[in-house]
């Protein structure tokens, strides 16, 4: 009797809070860093306004997606753990905020021109905060933006991706229905198993992504739409130091050199 296999597809494009639905609308970015906010910002009180049904999250979630970076932070050890707010299609980002919100009051968020923000545990001392924008979920996405410093913008760096995804999934795994969230740790986890495909999102369209590592290479497979690829997170025999390479259609795309403090390009 034939064995019967199944794959399960998932995207880690930037999702409405619900893990890893495609959404042709979201991309990766180029590597940045950002400080956390300073004490007396993080200490500032604000009253909450703006929708009538904003997107929240519960400072539990939260917490085990800090936890889940702090665990594997062994697969990109030069990485600090942002987080990134993208405008969904035919949506703005002007005016977006984000409060922690504990019983009476919320505290602010401070979020980068480019969408970025922390989020620490000091933050979420209340055990019943909850983050809070101030916009409908169906208007924006947000997720985890992970990236080792020193790289060109079309490289990504294989570990980077290993722990965006266990980030990822600590932070959307409860968005699953009860059903598929077992049959996915049943199959060891979007991050672990060869039955689950993890696309990523790219900058815009791909001609090709190669999976690198000395000498060895790999062709990785695109998404349909051709801005994502599948990365192969399960597999053990390509270390978290390989990188891959993004050829984009159009070729300004994320080709910028990254200088390094000795002057030389990457």
């Given at each position: 009797?034939?064995?019967?296999?199944?794959?399960?597809?998932?995207?880690?494009q930037?999702s409405?809070?619900?893990?890893?639905?495609?959404?042709?609308?979201s991309?990766?970015?180029?590597?940045?860093?950002?400080?956390p906010?300073d004490?007396?910002?993080?200490?500032?009180?604000?009253?909450?306004?703006?929708?009538?049904?904003?997107?929240?999250?519960?400072?539990?979630?939260?917490?085990?997606?800090?936890?889940?970076?702090?665990?594997?932070h062994?697969?990109?050890p030069?990485?600090e753990?942002?987080f990134?707010?993208?405008?969904?299609?035919?949506h703005?980002?002007?005016?977006?905020?984000?409060?922690?919100?504990?019983?009476?009051?919320?505290?602010?968020?401070?979020?980068a021109?480019?969408?970025?923000?922390?989020?620490?545990?000091?933050?979420?001392?209340?055990?019943?905060a909850?983050?809070?924008w101030?916009?409908?979920?169906?208007?924006?996405?947000?997720?985890?933006f992970?990236?080792?410093n020193?790289?060109m913008?079309?490289?990504?760096?294989?570990?980077?991706l290993?722990?965006?995804?266990?980030?990822?999934?600590a932070l959307?795994?409860?968005?699953?229905?009860f059903?598929?969230?077992n049959?996915l740790?049943?199959?060891?986890?979007?991050c672990?198993?060869?039955?689950?495909?993890?696309?990523?999102?790219?900058?815009?369209?791909?001609t090709?992504?190669?999976?690198?590592?000395?000498?060895?290479?790999?062709e990785l497979?695109?998404?349909?739409?051709?801005?994502?690829?599948?990365p192969?997170?399960?597999?053990?025999?390509?270390?978290?130091?390989?990188?891959?390479k993004?050829?984009?259609?159009?070729?300004?795309?994320?080709v910028?050199?990254?200088?390094?403090?000795?002057?030389?390009?990457?």
């Amino acid at each position: 009797m034939k064995k019967l296999y199944f794959a399960i597809v998932i995207s880690l494009q930037f999702s409405s809070n619900s893990l890893w639905a495609a959404d042709s609308s979201s991309v990766g970015e180029p590597s940045i860093s950002i400080a956390p906010a300073d004490e007396d910002t993080a200490q500032e009180t604000v009253e909450i306004t703006g929708s009538k049904n904003p997107t929240v999250i519960s400072g539990s979630v939260m917490r085990r997606a800090i936890d889940a970076f702090t665990q594997h932070h062994e697969l990109a050890p030069k990485t600090e753990l942002l987080f990134k707010v993208k405008a969904r299609r035919n949506h703005s980002l002007d005016g977006v905020t984000l409060n922690v919100v504990g019983k009476d009051s919320g505290v602010p968020v401070p979020i980068a021109e480019d969408g970025t923000f922390t989020v620490v545990h000091k933050q979420l001392e209340d055990k019943n905060a909850e983050l809070v924008w101030n916009r409908k979920k169906e208007s924006i996405s947000f997720g985890p933006f992970i990236r080792t410093n020193k790289l060109m913008p079309n490289l990504r760096r294989l570990g980077d991706l290993r722990l965006e995804c266990e980030v990822q999934w600590a932070l959307f795994q409860d968005d699953f229905p009860f059903l598929k969230r077992n049959i996915l740790r049943l199959a060891g986890g979007p991050c672990h198993s060869s039955y689950i495909a993890i696309f990523n999102g790219a900058e815009g369209k791909l001609t090709s992504a190669t999976l690198i590592s000395g000498e060895r290479q790999q062709e990785l497979r695109m998404g349909r739409d051709g801005s994502s690829f599948n990365p192969p997170l399960h597999d053990k025999s390509w270390s978290d130091d390989a990188v891959i390479k993004l050829q984009y259609a159009t070729a300004d795309t994320a080709v910028t050199p990254v200088i390094q403090a000795d002057g030389k390009n990457m």
